[in-house]
């Protein structure tokens, strides 16, 4: 147990304008998050703090970041597109999402029942770490995020998730701000300026 990620779950994870406050979305998923961290500690997983929020890592590497948003709380699994799922208990976080997968738990869901079916995934994931495996690329035209986009959701993992977690629409004014850009730097800049803004669930025209 690593006491900097305590203040996750007793603050929030700091990166929108609930922190802190009884309406912080941590907050209303406390007790299965609380659940998946103990089977997380439980697993041969290290607990970091990163992106100011619960990142499992083995050997340095990066496994997993737990996280909650307003439909539900999830494990994101960095290489998830590479775990044998016979259940289909993973799913991307959205269409255009290729590597990361979500094991999600919305309400009414028991976390404890799926405890094995996550020692799984863990076990398949640090395999699959140590293995070096990657998934293949996709063709260049098949891929509708600009290349700074793709980039920055392989940084920051949290930040993919939550613009998947973004309506259609809400997405597709994004992209069309993003991709309208003539040169990197300032698509850069656009997804820096909005970045907050996804994070939190709001939409380019939302203020």
């Not at 603050?11 to 922190?19: A, I, K, T, V």
């Not at 406050?21 to 089977?39: M, T």
């Not at 289909?88 to 979500?102: H, I, M, Q």
């Not at 995934?121 to 063709?139: C, D, H, L, T, Y």
Request: hydrophobic residues 35%.
């Amino acid at each position: 147990m690593n006491p900097e990620v305590d203040t996750y779950f007793t603050e929030g994870c700091g990166r929108c304008d609930l922190y802190q406050s009884p309406d912080c979305k941590v907050h209303r998923w406390a007790e299965p998050l609380q659940q998946l961290r103990s089977i997380l500690l439980s697993s041969p997983l290290v607990e970091e703090r990163k992106w100011s929020m619960p990142t499992y890592t083995h050997k340095g590497k990066n496994i997993l970041i737990l996280s909650a948003f307003k439909d539900y709380c999830s494990l994101n699994f960095f290489k998830g597109a590479l775990l044998k799922d016979p259940n289909n208990l993973l799913e991307f976080a959205g269409p255009n999402s290729r590597v990361p997968k979500l094991f999600k738990f919305k309400e009414g869901d028991s976390v404890l029942e799926q405890e094995q079916a996550i020692l799984d995934f863990i076990r398949q994931a640090i395999a699959v770490e140590e293995s070096g495996a990657k998934v293949p690329a996709s063709a260049p035209e098949a891929m509708d995020y600009p290349e700074e986009l793709q980039q920055a959701f392989q940084e920051d993992a949290g930040f993919e998730a939550a613009f998947e977690s973004l309506s259609p629409g809400r997405k597709r004014a994004y992209l069309i701000q993003f991709n309208g850009a003539k040169q990197s730097k300032t698509r850069w800049a656009r997804i820096e300026k909005w970045k907050d803004h996804i994070l939190i669930g709001k939409g380019f025209h939302d203020r």
